[in-house]
T-cell receptor, first 119, second 115 residues
Framework: NAGVTQTPKFQVLKTGQSMTLQCAQD?????MYWYRQDPGMGLRLIYY???????DKGEVPNGYNVSRLNKREFSLRLESAAPSQTSVYFC??????????????????FGPGTRLTVT | AQSVTQPDIHITVSEGASLELRCNYS??????LFWYVQSPGQGLQLLLK??????LVQGIKGFEAEFKRSQSSFNLRKPSVHWSDAAEYFC?????????????FGPGTSLSVIP
């Protein structure tokens, strides 16, 4: 049981390049999330997928796209990287307690993160 | 709007000393509250959570937190800090939404432990 895995761990991109960050979970969770972490700002939600087949924007979606490939996998794509996207990216998954009546009342499980630098 | 503040950006304590990390939230209804810990180079791990009931919550690694509605606070405590507790600590509040699980994280408090 690996939990939440992310690849790659580190990446350096030039401005304008594209890349996809991969995330997979083996806990059979319905919900998956992508966050970015910047110093002094905590974690900010980029995109989320409440369940397989659905995705939606979070707080800071500009410059990103996502794909919920299946229940296990949720990828984040940067189409044209910018220096402002230099950050640490975390994928997370969760299963709401008791279903939709209890959104927000569960634990999120995090991957180890991807440290991205855009020059 | 929901928000979480952690007034202390960085705290240094001696090993064996007690610890209290502060967290204040702004939320209209009864919140779901969490504390996460992030060790260097790692993802976040849940320390404890409050949903309802007893306002003093016990977590892993000897941590506890107390929910005080009148002060809108959820401070994290540990009676005796170990060197391995050096990490970044995040307070978070969860909101019931109809479409997804929204969690707002505070900016974090970095803890250093002096041997």
């Amino acid at each position: 049981n690996a939990g939440v895995t992310q690849t790659p761990k580190f990446q350096v991109l030039k401005t304008g390049q594209s890349m996809t960050l991969q995330c997979a979970q083996d806990m059979n969770h319905n919900s998956m999330y992508w966050y970015r972490q910047d110093p002094g700002m905590g974690l900010r939600l980029i995109y989320y997928s409440a369940s397989e087949g659905t995705t939606d924007k979070g707080e800071v979606p500009n410059g990103y796209n996502v794909s919920r490939l299946n229940k296990r996998e949720f990828s984040l794509r940067l189409e044209s990287a910018a220096p402002s996207q230099t950050s640490v990216y975390f994928c997370a998954s969760s299963e709401p307690l008791g279903g939709s009546m209890f959104w927000g009342s569960y634990e999120q499980y995090f991957g180890p993160g991807t440290r991205l630098t855009v020059t | 709007a929901q928000s979480v503040t952690q007034p202390d950006i960085h705290i240094t304590v001696s090993e064996g000393a007690s610890l209290e990390l502060r967290c204040n939230y702004s939320y209209g209804a009864t919140p779901y509250l969490f504390w996460y810990v992030q060790s260097p180079g790692q993802g976040l791990q849940l320390l404890l959570k409050y949903f309802s009931g007893d306002t003093l919550v016990q977590g892993i690694k000897g941590f506890e937190a107390e929910f005080k509605r009148s002060q809108s606070s959820f401070n994290l405590r540990k009676p005796s800090v170990h060197w391995s507790d050096a990490a970044e600590y995040f307070c978070a509040v969860g909101e019931m939404k109809t479409s997804y699980d929204k969690v707002i994280f505070g900016p974090g408090t970095s803890l250093s432990v002096i041997p």
